[in-house]
C-alpha cells in the first residue's frame, strides 16, 4: 500500500509538474522561461556532477577522482564536437582503464 | 559567435504527429544512441522496481514518474522503511526540475491544440529536452521524434531490468553513464557565454551541496544556476 501511495502521488504530481507551465503557456511573462532554461541547464550540469561525486567502486581506492577524470575526459570529446557515443564510450573506456591501473597498483 | 541562445519560434500549424517527417525523423535519431548510454541505468531501475514491495505499482509509475532518477529515490526510501509521505516527497522534488524544463519550452507551445500540449507534458524528461532545447526549427516534430522514442524504450529497459535482476549493480560504470550523457549535452552549450556562466555556477553549487539530498540539491543548483545565466546575460 506505501508503494502504491508514493508512486501515485509522485506520478500525478510530476504530470502535474510538467503539464502546468505548458497549459499555462500563454500567461508565462516572456522572460521566465529563458530564465527556466538556465535552470534546466543547471540541473543537467549538477546532475552530472552529482553522479560523479557519489559514485561508488569498492575495488577501486578513490573512485570518485577516477570517475572525474573519465567524465571530464568524455565530456571534452563532447565539447570538441565528437558525437554523443564516442564521448560517452571514451569517458567509460577512460574510467576502465584507469581503475584497472589503481587497482594494479594498490 | 552570439552571446546569446538563439530563440526558439513557434512552429507553424502543421501536424504535429507524421512519422516520415524528417524532423520527427531527426528526433528519433538523435535519441537513439542515448538509449545506448541509458541502457544500463534502466536496468538498475527495472532491477528495484522488482525489489520493491509492490512490483507492479512500481511498474506501472514508469510511465507517470517518467524520471529514473525519481523512480530510484521513491523505490529507496521505501525500501528503507520510510512512510509514503517522505518517499512521495523526495520523489517530487527530484521531479522538480520537470517545471523548469516545461517552463523553458513553453513559447515553442503556445500556439498548440490543449491536446498536443499535454502529449509534451506526458513525453518531457531529461533527454528530449536536452536534445530539443535551443533547436531553431521543427522544435515541436523534433521533440516528438525524441520524446515518443524514449518514452516507449524506457519502460521495455526497465521491464527488462525487472526480468533480468540486478546485474549490473556490480558494474561500477553503470552509474556513470547517465551523468556522462546527459554532460555531453550541456557541454555543447558552453560556447555561450550565459550557458557557461550558468552550468559553472550550477557544478560549483552541486559541489557545495553534496552532503545534502538529491532533490535539495538539485533545486539549488537550478536557482543558483538560473541567477548566474542572467546574470552572465547582462554582462554579454
Known sequence: MRVLLAVLVVGAGSLLLRLAPLLGADRLPDRLPRIAGWAGLSVLAAFTVRAVLGHHDPAVPGAPVLAALAVAGGLFLAFRGRSLLFAVAAGTACYLVLSAAVSALT | ?236
Open chain 2, 1 to 236: 559567435m552570439p552571446d546569446t541562445l538563439p530563440t526558439r519560434r513557434p512552429s507553424p500549424s502543421r501536424p504535429l504527429w507524421r512519422p516520415l517527417d524528417p524532423d520527427v525523423r531527426a528526433g528519433a535519431r538523435a535519441m537513439a544512441p542515448m538509449l545506448v548510454a541509458y541502457a544500463p541505468f534502466g536496468l538498475l531501475v527495472g532491477a528495484a522496481v522488482a525489489a520493491s514491495a509492490n512490483p507492479l505499482a512500481a511498474w506501472l509509475s514508469t510511465w507517470t514518474i517518467y524520471g529514473g532518477a525519481a523512480h530510484l529515490a521513491v523505490l529507496d526510501v521505501l525500501a528503507h522503511g520510510s512512510g509514503w509521505i517522505a518517499a512521495a516527497t523526495v520523489g517530487l522534488l527530484v521531479n522538480a526540475r520537470l517545471t523548469a524544463y516545461a517552463t523553458a519550452m513553453a513559447p515553442a507551445w503556445r500556439s498548440a491544440p490543449l491536446r498536443h500540449r499535454v502529449v509534451a507534458a506526458l513525453l518531457l524528461t531529461d533527454a528530449p529536452w536536452a536534445l530539443a532545447h535551443n533547436r531553431p526549427s521543427g522544435y515541436r516534430r523534433f521533440y516528438l521524434g525524441a520524446g515518443l522514442t524514449l518514452f516507449f524504450a524506457w519502460p521495455a529497459l526497465v521491464t527488462l531490468g525487472m526480468l533480468t535482476g540486478d546485474l549490473l549493480g556490480t558494474v561500477p560504470v553503470a552509474d556513470l553513464l547517465p551523468a556522462l550523457t546527459l554532460g555531453a549535452l550541456v557541454v555543447g552549450q558552453l560556447r555561450h557565454r550565459p550557458a557557461a556562466f550558468a552550468v559553472t555556477a550550477a557544478s560549483v553549487s552541486a559541489v557545495a551541496t553534496a552532503p545534502l539530498s538529491s532533490g535539495t540539491s538539485l533545486m539549488v543548483a537550478a536557482a543558483v544556476g538560473a541567477t548566474a545565466g542572467v546574470l552572465g546575460e547582462r554582462a554579454s
